[in-house]
């Protein structure tokens, strides 16, 4: 009987082969197993009273090692991005902040929304601060995923007066992105290329938006002497 090709390996793949390593490997006899066994990656152990459990094999050994360089690759490459961001938005006279986790109401539901880049203007007129979600995607994989997603993106437009998405060159093109989201293009060569503006509306930040911003640390500043850059009170 002629080989089969070795299975294409997916993300569900890659997924149990890492709960395996972290387990005591016991089978779960379904197809998923079936591919990785054929693949190499696992192997069938007995023990001396006839119990059947699995074992990484070299080879899979190795293709976790490339997953992970590979996955912290694209996440060095994702945080910096992020801190292109937040330092354009201190350059504009904005407060930023990363990685905080908010709440937003969702069509009668409360939901927890992360957003990569979240930042308002450095103004004391509650009026004008102008709350901005910056959502940053470096991989087409992960930026598909997202807008599977549509009640994150829903607590994105509730927490803010813009939302933009902030695109790695060549991964989409513009119209992918759902209005009435903003698109920005991080260029290879530097800066930020506008590809769709955001929809702007006007938006007072609510009490639990402003408990949180209150516990949470603002991104420093590179230049603490620009701090008050561009903080005036009037609108533009």
């Known amino acids: 009987m002629a080989a089969l090709p070795p299975p294409t390996l997916r993300t569900p793949h890659h997924r149990r082969l890492r ?12 197809m998923l197993e079936v591919e990785l066994l054929a693949a190499g990656l696992l192997e069938r152990v007995r023990d001396d009273r006839g119990r059947e459990t699995l074992r990484v094999t070299d080879a899979g050994i190795q293709v976790l090692a490339q997953t992970l360089q590979k996955n912290r690759a694209a996440r060095d490459a994702h945080e910096a991005l992020v801190a292109r961001v937040a330092a354009e938005m201190q350059r504009a006279g904005r407060i930023a902040w990363r990685g905080l986790s908010l709440r937003a109401k969702v069509e009668e539901r409360w939901c927890i929304a992360m957003p990569d880049v979240f930042s308002v203007r450095h103004t004391t007129v509650e009026d004008y601060l102008e709350p901005v979600v910056h959502e940053i995607k470096v991989r ?13 993106r829903l607590a994105y437009l509730e927490m803010s007066s813009q939302c933009w998405y902030v695109l790695r060159e060549g991964i989409a093109e513009p119209a992918e992105i759902p209005p009435p989201f903003g698109v920005l293009v991080a260029l290879e060569a530097g800066g930020f290329e506008v590809a769709r503006p955001a929809a702007k509306r006007a938006l007072r930040p609510p009490f639990h938006l402003w408990m949180a911003l209150a516990r949470a640390a603002p991104e420093p500043m590179d230049d603490p002497s620009q701090a008050w850059l561009g903080g005036d009170d009037t609108p533009c």
């Open 19 to 30: 709960e395996i390593y972290r387990s005591a490997g016991w089978p779960c006899h379904d």
């Open 140 to 152: 087409r994989a992960d930026l598909l995923s997202d807008l599977r997603h549509e009640a994150k």
